[in-house]
């Protein structure tokens, strides 16, 4: 390294000796800094004078170059220089690249990572010394390793690099936590140097200090390394210390020091009485529905049947997180420890995830309270230590593309890629059953398409991975255990769901098991694969894997046969366009149930119905079928609306919440996810979806819509004489209670975020009144002609797939309002839960016999 000493000679002259000398760096920063040397060697040794005893010259010993100007010159023309992608001013890929030192002389915005190093038992962060040769801030304290990323390449690739160039040492993506993306914007270097950087900040947490023998250091890059205090190193940076490189800690860069500090203080007592005060918010109910109306034969299946569910129980861990299923056991195995780890295993297993679905999916974990992993490898040996104990991280903030798409993908980057594809590799880009990877830990690599081609591809590549391929080990378990269960049954319908799902899992092709699932008539009733997009925040393009069994209620599914029939009258009736109007609809089958087991996507808050299949394909040709969780939607009155009602509705219209409006309308929502627009055709004459053109924001449109239309439904089908005239008013009190449930939930989920559209809509229109005593109560005079509005406006966004209308709708009115924060207070004052927890008694014992 160059010496830190002093040296005689021409100011001017060195100046431009030593300007010529950072050139090379900022042309070819990627080089060794031997190579940069040589020529500041030569052009400095051309200036200075005889050193003085008490001023010696610039060490240049270590690096005394060993080849020729000429053969130094010719590796440095023959390398090319590291390329960065060119950002917006929002941190978004525009497309182009530029070499290294042209995006600084422009000013362009590119993005870095930082990687930091805290071990856990002493609160010490790991700092590294820059090399005095680096082109900014030589020879300060900085970072434990910082590095750009190149072109194409992603920022979680970057950041193992980068460790692994400067340090020695090779981390698994597992151990690098997202902790804040930092924007710094400077100009350094005499105004030569610009530099506008988002800088993904990871931290590595470490169990103990990584012995500093263990390190191999980069040369040029690197000059030292040390541990620091973390409270000592912040210091430092407040004081401006001139041996650290600047950060404003008061400002974006002081997260650092506060997740640190927040996540290690000494608050258990706390955080124990926060996780109990969340869990309170479920009821348990316990769930023991009749099996006597099953048969011999489907009593045996259904075993098989259960431990299949339990399969795709560990499918969805793994759908949430790719750590998932790790920290999962880490916490079930801990759970005895401690009162404490017992409540965090129980809010966990709820949740299914460290992110609470109740509180905006902010996380009630962090990763201090996650699974530590050794590795024995990952630097060189250190004579009596046994390696690296580290913690699997997980972000603070819940990934929107949960585990289908890698972690540091944005959409532009997405869509820039999806442009280059082919039509059918677009489909399947974009279809329900498949993940996006990024191919960038190997140079190149061949892989097998799920058509069966061979494509080479580059270490910057997305590419598509089918689900029978990526969840291969699970799905092959599952359906070995459906074909036993299908061997079993006598029951015929239920033996050719069982055998075709099995084959789906295997194939990929769910058209013929979405078939069989949705002629099924059988005692036992069972729902299984990847259905709902709602866990894909980035495009609700991707299923998840879900399970529920049930047993066949045969007279409440006969009451509700009415609904399925009329659907063709209510798609003619649609207050829409009738351009929109399909004149296809099949009727709907509908099956009641008491659910015995469920599992997979069923976090936080229950289901007490679905409508599917969500294959835009099976909707047009055949419609769509509905299952309904009575005993669920029993539990949920009782536990919930009733008491909501209670403490929101005004005392004259108390009397119309009552179980069968609440429950007739829980059917009609999900008929009306089978009317109005699926498939569209755009202004444009392309043939398009809904969901492909409204992406994130299809989800919470389309329960919206279900609600609303719902209603209308109801008030259409009472008009007709079809249901009683008792329902006109009840179905609307009923109604305004269920928005206050479902707000609760939080309006990052979908339901929840419909409601708040709707409540605030009708609001406006002067449908829900708000009292000065706080309560609530519906104005019948202006109800229906509000309500029927709303489905006009959402049911033509659809029709267009308009994508800004749908978000300016979502963002004008899904927000929490005075008049929702007055019943929310309201119904935390009361302790009323906000959902159930199930607890599977009859399905438990099951478990246990087999």
């Not at 030589?138 to 990323?149: K, M, V």
């Not at 006598?490 to 033996?495: E, I, Q, Y």
């Not at 990052?748 to 975020?753: D, I, L, R, T």
Request: proline fraction near 4%; glycine fraction near 6%.
């Amino acid at each position: 390294m160059m010496g830190r000493g002093r040296a005689h000679g021409k100011p001017g002259m060195l100046l431009d000796g030593l300007q010529q000398f950072y050139i090379f760096f900022i042309r070819d920063s990627f080089l060794c800094c031997a190579v940069a040397l040589f020529h500041a060697n030569v052009i400095i040794h051309e200036l200075f004078c005889t050193p003085t005893p008490d001023c010696p010259t610039l060490a240049f010993s270590r690096y005394t170059p060993t080849r020729s100007a000429a053969s130094a010159a010719a590796l440095m023309a023959a390398a090319p220089e590291e390329r960065l992608d060119v950002l917006n001013a929002a941190g978004e890929k525009t497309g182009v690249s530029k070499p290294r030192s042209e995006v600084h002389r422009d000013g362009d915005y590119h993005r870095a990572v930082h990687v930091w190093i805290y071990s856990e038992s002493t609160g010490e962060l790991l700092l590294q010394r820059r090399a005095d040769c680096k082109d900014s801030w030589p020879g300060q304290w900085d970072i434990s390793s910082a590095g750009h990323i190149s072109a194409g390449d992603s920022s979680l690739f970057s950041a193992q690099r980068e460790l692994e160039e400067e340090l020695g040492i090779n981390l698994p993506v597992d151990a690098f936590e997202l902790i804040f993306v930092f924007l710094q914007e400077c100009i350094i270097n005499n105004g030569t140097y610009t530099n506008n950087e988002y800088n993904d900040v990871y931290l590595v947490t470490t169990l103990t200090p990584i012995p500093l023998e263990a390190f191999t250091l980069q040369e040029s890059e690197v000059s030292a390394v040390r541990y620091m205090r973390c409270y000592e190193y912040k210091s430092c940076l407040e004081k401006e210390s001139r041996e650290y490189v600047p950060y404003d800690v008061n400002g974006q860069y002081g997260k650092l020091f506060s997740i640190i500090e927040e996540r290690y203080k000494d608050n258990r007592e706390s955080r124990s009485l926060t996780l109990q005060k969340q869990m309170n918010r479920y009821a348990p109910i316990h769930l023991e529905p009749d099996l006597t109306s099953l048969s011999e034969g489907d009593r045996e299946a259904l075993g098989y049947i259960l431990k299949a569910a339990i399969v795709i129980d560990d499918i969805f861990y793994e759908q949430v997180w790719n750590s998932n299923k790790m920290l999962r056991d880490w916490l079930k195995g801990h759970s005895e420890s401690s009162s404490f780890d017992k409540l965090k295993w129980a809010y966990y297993s709820i949740n299914k995830s460290p992110w609470s679905c109740l509180d905006e999916n902010k996380a009630f974990l962090s990763t201090a309270d996650s699974a530590v992993k050794l590795l024995t490898n990952a630097t060189k040996p250190v004579s009596g230590w046994k390696g690296i104990e580290y913690r699997a991280a997980f972000p603070l903030n819940k990934l929107p593309g949960a585990n289908f798409y890698p972690p540091d993908m944005d959409k532009a980057e997405f869509e820039l890629w999806k442009s280059k594809l082919t039509d059918k590799e677009q489909k399947d880009a974009t279809g329900f059953f498949s993940v996006i990877k990024r191919h960038d830990s190997l140079s190149s690599s061949s892989l097998t398409q799920s058509d069966g081609s061979d494509q080479t591809m580059t270490k910057d590549d997305l590419f598509i991975v089918p689900y029978s391929k990526e969840y291969r080990s699970s799905l092959e378990k599952s359906a070995e255990l459906l074909e036993k269960a299908s061997a079993c049954s006598d029951s015929p319908c239920l033996k050719n769901l069982l055998r075709t799902k099995a084959n789906a899992f295997l194939s990929n092709d769910y058209y013929e098991s979405d078939i069989a699932w949705m002629e099924l008539d059988s005692n036992l009733d069972l729902t299984i694969g990847p259905y709902e997009t709602y866990e894909d925040g980035l495009f609700s393009y991707k299923a998840t894997f879900e399970a529920f069994v049930g047993i066949r209620d045969d007279t409440a599914t006969s009451q509700v046969k009415l609904f399925g029939d009329q659907l063709q009258d209510l798609e003619k009736n649609l207050p829409m366009d009738n351009i929109f109007k399909s004149d296809s609809i099949s009727a709907a089958p509908i099956r009641v149930i008491n659910l015995l087991y469920n599992s997979g996507d069923v976090k936080g808050p229950q289901t007490i119905a679905f409508n599917l299949p969500n294959d835009e394909r099976i909707v047009n040709e055949r419609g769509t079928s509905m299952v309904m969780l009575k005993n669920i939607s029993e539990a949920k009155f009782k536990h919930i609306l009733k008491p909501i009602a209670d403490a929101c509705i005004r005392e004259e219209q108390k009397e119309y919440v009552d179980f069968e409006p609440y429950y007739t309308h829980i059917v009609c929502h999900e008929c009306c996810h089978g009317i109005g627009p699926h498939s569209i055709t755009l202004p444009s004459g392309k043939k398009s979806t809904v969901r492909m053109e409204l992406q994130e924001f299809h989800s919470a449109l389309e329960e919206a819509k279900a609600d609303i239309v719902g209603l209308w439904a109801l008030n259409f089908l009472i008009k007709k004489g079809l249901l009683p005239k008792s329902l006109s008013q009840s179905m609307y009190v009923s109604f305004l209670a269920g928005c206050f449930r479902s707000i609760r939930f939080g309006l990052e989920e979908a339901h929840g975020k419909g409601q708040a559209l709707q409540f605030n809509w009708l609001y406006e229109k002067g449908a829900l009144v708000l009292h000065s005593d706080g309560k609530f109560s519906v104005d019948f005079t202006k109800v229906e002609e509000a309500v029927e509005s709303l489905s006009r406006e959402i049911l033509t966004i659809q029709a267009k797939g308009d994508k800004p209308s749908a978000q300016s709708l979502l963002q004008s009115r899904a927000t929490l309002t005075q008049p929702l924060r007055v019943a929310l207070e309201k119904i935390e004052h009361m302790q009323v839960p906000v959902d159930i927890a199930p607890i599977f008694g009859t399905a438990n014992k099951l478990l246990a016999n087999i």
